[in-house]
């Protein structure tokens, strides 16, 4: 008699009106618990987002999310809170295997960094270096096709700089180039890599995207992408790993070389098929996408910064006295001025700008004078502490002296000498690799690359901007939050120079 009296007394309305008044009850008591209660309610940040996590996912769809966080330290200061990401969960291509990115539990990342590792030993890039030569001579003859003897020719550099990443790093990992720089017919994989690691990104910020399928709903495209992506990655893996077993000894020491011969000293155990498959989705995106942006920042400040392009010109041209010398090396290394634009460059268009989470483990961590209890996410976004003004003097600027002890730094119409204390203050406080055990293991080979690239390309070119292309609203280069950087521009008009 009760049930029927209730059932016939219900209506639309008054559901509606209960559902409703259930969701503010939920909601109030979070905010309550958030605001007083939750262990770190004494740290600031915007309420709504200690409620949801829909206010960062709606940046990072947007591909803001750098800037957002950037606002909120110069609204809160050092440290802000916000919605904790579970950013890592959703980066495994293959459920329940993990790559030396993504591993979380700290036995399993060290067996697998330490297998890595020896593909990035000095020895190993020695050996790699040739292949990379190829690739770098033939982007130094591309660039210019089209130019005549004395004529100029223009060129988006994010589309080339990544052709030629790309090239490098399929011929480094697959064992065999894309041929980007020659031919369009596989260009299109540039954009699968950037979605499959945008898909990962903004699933890490809301977790149900991955866990219940909605991303195949609501980002059906990025979702697509990313598969395809992973798809094709395992297949060229698997052909690798054939081609490789058949060749034996007489095959090049590529980066697939180590991956199927390398094995953890400590354990001896090496990567099986699966594992094979996830190293090579994150050498492809790590590879690719943040040292093609790290080179067109570089160039994108040097030809706005006509002093610090004809100083450097005069600095490689002091050490090689011809093209062919540009190699890796003591000579080309010891080049102080062109390690000081690229860092200037990578200060402020950092290839990851966002913050790199890290969970705390049980029993809290105390970080900057803040206890963070177990299960906390903590992170420095890259962008914000790149243009801290207590690290770096007038941060928004591009002055590669500031790196040099001794030099004098001018912008606008203030000067000053880089002293010794400030240069380690920005060491301490630069990031572009990220730091510790979970630094970017490719950091040697990103670095070589980008100086062979930077300084054959100075040696042989007369290069000016052409236009804003890629400026933001204060000059420096634009970015795109995919978790990895997406750029537009620069264009830059190419000259041979007469040698």
């Given amino acids: 008699m009760l049930l029927e009296r209730f059932l016939s007394e ?3 309305e ?3 009106v209960a559902s409703l008044s259930i969701v503010t009850l939920i909601l109030t008591a979070l905010a309550i618990y958030n605001h007083f209660l939750h262990p770190l309610h004494h740290i600031r940040g915007p309420l709504l987002c200690t409620l949801t996590p829909w206010v960062q996912l709606y940046h990072g769809l947007a591909g803001d999310r750098h800037i957002w966080l950037h606002k909120l330290h110069q609204k809160y200061g050092s ?22 990115h993504n591993a979380i539990d700290k036995t399993l990342h060290g067996r697998k960094r330490r297998v890595l590792s020896q593909a990035f030993s000095d020895n190993a890039l020695k050996g790699m270096e040739e292949l990379m030569l190829l690739h770098v001579k033939q982007f130094c003859q591309v660039i210019v096709q089209g130019a005549g003897e004395k004529g100029a020719v223009t060129r988006n550099l994010s589309n080339w700089f990544s052709y030629l990443a790309y090239d490098i790093m399929g011929e480094l990992c697959f064992g065999k180039s894309y041929d980007m720089l020659i031919n369009g017919a596989r260009r299109g994989v540039i954009a699968l890599v950037d979605r499959a690691a945008f898909r990962h990104y903004v699933c890490g910020l809301w977790m149900p995207l991955d866990s219940w399928h909605l991303d195949q709903l609501l980002i059906p495209r990025i979702t697509r992408d990313r598969w395809n992506f992973i798809m094709n990655s395992r297949i060229e893996a698997t052909l690798r790993a054939k081609a490789r077993t058949q060749a034996g000894h007489a095959s090049k020491k590529d980066f697939f070389y180590y991956l199927l011969n390398a094995t953890d000293p ?23 996408d943040t040292t093609s942006t790290s080179l067109a920042a570089t160039i994108f400040y040097l030809v706005r910064n006509p002093t610090a392009m004809q100083r450097l010109r005069k600095e490689i041209e002091g050490a090689f006295g011809d093209v062919e010398e540009i190699v890796s090396g003591q000579t080309l290394n010891g080049l102080e001025y062109l390690k000081a634009c690229v860092d200037e460059a990578m200060r402020l268009a950092p290839a ?7 969970e705390v483990t049980a029993g809290g961590a105390t ?9 906390s996410n903590c992170g420095t976004p890259c962008f914000s502490i790149h243009r801290h003004p207590d690290y770096y003097r007038q941060s928004l600027k591009y002055i590669p002296e500031r790196w040099l002890e001794g030099e004098t730094c001018r912008v606008g119409g203030e000067e000053w000498v880089s002293s010794k204390e400030s240069v380690e203050v920005g060491r ?3 990031c572009p690799f990220s730091v510790g055990p979970r630094g970017c293991i490719g950091k040697g080979m990103a670095l070589m690359e980008m ?15 052409a236009d804003a292309t890629g400026e933001d609203e204060e000059g420096n280069l634009a970015m795109v939050d995919h978790f990895t950087s997406q750029k537009t521009g620069p264009n830059v008009r190419f000259r041979k120079r007469i040698l």
């Fill in 266 to 288: 400590e354990t001896g155990k090496g990567f099986d098929t699966k594992e094979l498959w996830a190293e090579a989705n994150v050498l492809m995106i790590a590879g690719s």
């Fill in 79 to 100: 440290h802000i809170r916000i919605r904790k990401a579970d950013f890592y969960d959703a980066f495994p291509a293959i459920k329940g295997i993990y790559n030396t």
């Fill in 428 to 430: 301490k406080a630069f």
């Fill in 367 to 375: 970080v900057d004078g803040v206890f963070l209890p177990a299960g």
């Fill in 14 to 16: 008054r559901c509606a």
């Fill in 451 to 465: 100086r062979i690239t930077l300084a054959r390309m100075v040696f042989l070119f007369d290069m000016d901007s």
């Fill in 10 to 12: 219900l209506s639309l």
């Fill in 352 to 358: 990851v700008p966002g913050a790199m989470p890290r």
